[in-house]
């Protein structure tokens, strides 16, 4: 099985200063991109059908595909893969693990909503260390 890496973009400019050092790569890894649209607020359906949003939905989406166009065009096809991301992205996340097994690697690659928050990815293994590691350090803390 080829290794997989699934590329979350909410932008495509953002997206490529952030991948141009790993992407693509000559190793024969599989590429999916997942275009995450922007949130609608929860009083949109005042204004807008569900098919009038999943339509916003799917125009935005191949809008930011056609922009990633350009710096994949050098990927064949078989090697690259685009989704839109429909659900939450931890439900997004898992259902791709199920698919691609749980060595999948996670890039994200969204622009950040303010300048100075940084957005991380982590495997399930690693947020348990992570975790564990924290309660550890509150732990000592605590009984200090």
């Known amino acids: 099985m080829s290794h997989t890496i699934a590329v979350l973009i909410d932008d495509a400019e953002h997206a490529q200063q952030h991948l141009s050092a790993v992407f693509p790569g000559d190793n024969g890894t599989r590429w999916l991109l997942v275009a995450c649209a922007p949130r609608q607020t929860h009083r949109i359906g005042k204004w807008a059908s569900h098919s009038s ?3 916003w939905r799917r ?11 350009g710096w ?6 078989d090697r690259l893969h685009t989704m839109m991301a429909r659900d939450a992205l931890p439900k997004v996340i898992e259902q791709l693990q199920r698919e691609h097994g749980q060595q999948l690697e996670v890039i994200d690659a969204r622009r950040s909503k303010s300048a100075g928050a940084a957005r991380m990815v982590v495997n399930p293994g690693t947020l348990l260390s992570m975790l564990m590691s924290f309660g550890l350090g ?7």
């Open 53 to 55: 949003r999943e339509h």
């Open 59 to 69: 125009h935005w989406t191949d809008r930011l595909f056609e922009q990633v166009r």
């Open 72 to 77: 994949t065009a050098a990927l064949p096809a």
């Open 138 to 144: 509150w732990a000592l803390t605590v009984t200090d």
